[in-house]
């Protein structure tokens, strides 16, 4: 495995690959690797012929007061963990050479933006799809793996890859937990161990819901409360949004149907956490 810094020279490795016929799987992430990552690692490296992954803390998706400075970093370890998982080019850009003096250019979604992380963090998408734009057109990648615990993410970015007509596959994959049901997440190494205790609420709180509409529960409504219920009984949890929407468009569901997804993102003392669950899953096909 190499690591590439040079902007440019991944550019030109790609193209040379693509020329030799070889198709390029893509994972991008922000590192501090875990087993959500290699998940998408494993499935990519089963798919390509090349294997990117580029690493890249991307400063134009925190907005002022975010954890840019404090977010997780580890090159050496990821790097290790990369290698093992059959990565052929590690791909880390200085902040400097995505971003240079007289940057100005951006991608913005419209519409399922709007909700969401999108109204909690405003500016973030437009930070996530500008730099997924350039990562892709630097690694002319013929598909591209993310994580379905970013569920607004994967919908950004596929609604931006059908919009601008990429020329890239973007697949999903299912949320990789802990072993107590808590999503894998890089910012999970910042809670205490208390906040880690108290981050099990989320996951509490998606199994209650998965019970009552299993139950025969279809009310939005009352599944949306009985969730902030759940979460409110933990000291330091602030919610940022509670939401059950439809699976492809993100707008509220009154009624939770076959399509309807839950959604939540909590603060954790000052750690934001995100997870969510197709609910449609829990309701019998008629
Ligand atoms: N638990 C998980 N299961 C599956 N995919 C995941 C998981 N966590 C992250 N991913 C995916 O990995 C990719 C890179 O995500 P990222 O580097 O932001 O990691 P992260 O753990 O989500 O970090 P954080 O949530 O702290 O920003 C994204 O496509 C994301 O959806
Ligand atoms: C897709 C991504 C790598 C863009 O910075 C990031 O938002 C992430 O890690 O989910
Ligand atoms: N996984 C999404 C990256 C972020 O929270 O900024």
């Known amino acids: 495995m190499e690591i590439i810094t040079d902007i440019a020279q991944m550019q030109q490795l790609c193209l040379t690959s693509r020329q030799q016929g070889l198709r390029i799987a893509f994972v991008p992430t922000m590192g501090y690797l875990h087993e959500g990552h290699l998940s998408l690692l494993r499935a990519a490296r089963a798919t390509g012929d090349i294997l990117v ?5 991307n400063p134009a998706q925190f907005g002022a007061g975010e954890d840019f400075d404090s977010y997780p970093r580890d090159l050496s370890r990821d790097a290790e963990l990369a290698r093992a998982s059959g990565t052929n080019w590690l791909f880390a850009p200085p902040v400097g050479a995505m971003y240079p ?4 250019t951006w991608v913005n979604v419209e519409g399922i933006t709007s909700t969401l992380c999108g109204a909690s963090r405003p500016g973030h998408f437009q930070g996530v799809t500008t730099v997924v734009c350039k990562l892709i057109n630097i690694v002319q990648p013929h598909v591209a793996f993310f994580g379905r615990k970013d ?6 970015i596929r609604r931006m890859s059908t919009d601008l007509n990429l020329p890239v596959e973007v697949r999903g994959l299912p949320i990789v937990r802990e072993a ?3 999503a894998m997440s890089s910012r999970n190494v910042n809670l205490s161990p208390a906040q880690r205790q108290q981050a099990l609420a989320l996951y ?3 199994r209650a819901a998965s019970s009552m509409v299993r139950g025969g529960e279809r009310d939005s409504l009352r599944v ?24 492809q468009t993100l707008a509220d569901c009154d009624v939770v149907h076959r399509h309807a997804v839950l959604l939540l993102a909590v603060r954790i003392g000052a750690t934001r956490l995100i ?9 019998p096909e008629s």
Request: overall charge negative.
């Open 275 to 283: 997870d969510n669950h197709h609910l449609g899953e829990e309701i």
């Open 53 to 57: 992954l580029s690493i890249f803390v």
């Open 101 to 104: 003096q007289g940057y100005g």
């Open 224 to 247: 949306i409360q009985a969730v902030r219920k759940r979460i409110e009984q933990e000291p330091e949890a602030a919610i940022d949004y509670v939401q059950i929407c439809h699976e």
């Open 151 to 156: 569920f607004q993410q994967l919908a950004v």
């Open 180 to 182: 107590d049901g808590l």
């Open 204 to 206: 509490a709180a998606i």
